[in-house]
């Protein structure tokens, strides 16, 4: 669950995502004091926070986290899973947890797609329900044709989300003229090869041919 929404915050799931832009949402989590671990983690596992001085540091198991900030726990594993950039604040300011099913921000997200509910069983997890989402908003999503349905269909449970060709932006001339030099490098190289290479195929082939017999010679 918290690989998903680290990919939805640094904006994974568009096509217009880049690793130096912030192309995120905003996601909303409830339900965060309904978290299971498995196994005995909830008493294993310890949060550690070291202040710098000497005798400062504080270790909290994580069944304390979820007695009294169950969404710390989220907050803390998808934080974790940000890449340290200037962007990582801003992705995680958009992160909402709440510990129950309430939340002020309903009015906000009118039709906006819902991350299915996620069964823990083991140490695998298994989506119970598909997502959904409001059929008003499906022309605003501009998928290149080539973009896999396979992916559309995991990210929204349809892939009829494919539109019209994203255009294709022109290289600029520096990296244009960088392509015809490394292309002529190329050319060169490979005539140069033959050159090399030819003689030494003609040669070889010429020792390899069978000698003429005695009869053949006469």
């Known amino acids: 669950m918290a690989t998903h929404l680290a990919s939805i915050l640094m904006g994974k799931h568009k096509p217009s995502f880049h690793k130096n832009l912030d192309r995120g949402d905003t996601v909303v989590v409830v339900n965060a004091r309904h978290l299971v671990f498995t196994g ?3 008493t294993q596992k310890i949060y550690r926070k070291h202040s710098g001085y000497v005798g400062g540091l504080k270790e909290v198991p994580a069944y304390r986290w979820r007695e009294n900030c169950p969404e710390r726990v989220l ?15 801003q992705q995680m300011s958009r992160l909402k947890v709440f510990p129950e099913n309430e939340h002020p921000y309903v009015h906000m997200f009118p039709g906006a797609p819902e991350i299915p509910a996620v069964k823990f069983a083991g140490h695998g997890a298994k989506a119970t329900s598909a997502p959904e989402r409001d059929p008003n908003l499906t022309d ?5 044709a080539d973009y896999p349905k396979e992916a559309i269909q995991e990210i929204f449970g349809s892939a009829e989300y494919v539109t019209e060709p994203a255009p294709v932006m022109p290289a600029p001339p520096i990296v244009q003229r960088a392509n015809e ?3 002529e490098k190329i050319s060169e190289f490979k005539r140069s090869w033959q050159a090399k290479t030819e003689p030494a195929a003609a040669a070889a082939a010429a020792a390899a041919a069978p000698a003429p017999s005695e009869g053949q010679q006469k």
């Open 75 to 89: 907050l803390r594993a998808v934080r974790g899973m940000i890449p340290k950039t200037m962007h990582k604040l």
């Open 181 to 183: 030099r490394l292309e």
């Open 140 to 144: 605003t999503w501009n998928f290149p």
């Open 40 to 42: 005995n983690k909830w």
